[in-house]
């Protein structure tokens, strides 16, 4: 609605003024549940139809300012949005190259209710009715079968875990080796937004592993060092996500960096072998002392993590 669209225009003109890079990811939210009415707080959130879903999608895309910003597009979950709209919504976006993100599976009651409805769990109805690409990222996935998770990794796609809202949540912990083992893509998320520093999220994803596989190192890259994958899952990954030629230092690609302040405390006693350890084990957003978005330099404000 207008409301909506005014505050979608609000986020662009301060991410303009802020000099920041920006993804706006449109969400199509239609129902309180599997064939429910929106209820309470979900009222506000409600698309009416798939027309003006584009109608208000192309009047943001004409708002937007394409060296920093682009849009992408959601189908909230299987209990927000119904199945015949989710297949319309999600060709589209694949039509208009957008990157495509749902909620899957993240509580028991998500996967007993779509089996109910559909027989099958929501991501088993994602490989069977939706066009897996690339650019297409599950975000949960808490409760995935595993051969449900490997053919939808065999697609292509992405798989984004947000520890700290799933720690907040308690809905349960996603098995992350077997998504590596398999060649998935990790992204991380803040979904709930508790609180907003990469940092924590990388290390959350793998203290949460090791406490619920009883071993250390689960994220580990092919040199089997854990700090490189988790930046890896924070850069290059959500990169991939969100069809972003950045996160990594490569002709072609956006210089977006940070600078850290290698004098900050919690640092302290680092080394060029422990750097990176230190950083995504030791520091918060404490640690960053300036922001380049595109070659240009952003000096942030003091900050106690």
Partial sequence: DEENFALDEAIIRAAKDAGIRLVLIQTFYKTGGIEKPLAGGQKRLSTQSLVSFWKQFDRLQSQIDPSTQSLAVAGHSIRAVPLDDLKALHAEALKRAKPFHMHVEEQ??????????????????????????????????????????NDFIERGGNVCINPLTEGNLGDGIPVIPRILRNGGHIALGSDANTRLCWHEEMRWLEYVQRLSTISRGVCVDDHGSVASKLLEMATVNGARCLGLKTGRIAPKHHADFIAIDLDTATLRGWTPETLLDSLIFGTGNEAIAEVC??????QLRANTG
């Fill in 108 to 149: 028991p009651l998500e996967v007993r209710e779509c089996v109910d409805r559909y027989g099958k769990p929501p991501m088993a109805l994602i490989n069977e009715h939706l066009n897996v690409n690339p650019l297409f990222t599950a975000v949960h996935c808490t409760h995935t079968a595993a051969a449900d998770m």
């Fill in 293 to 298: 978005v595109g070659g240009s330099w952003k």
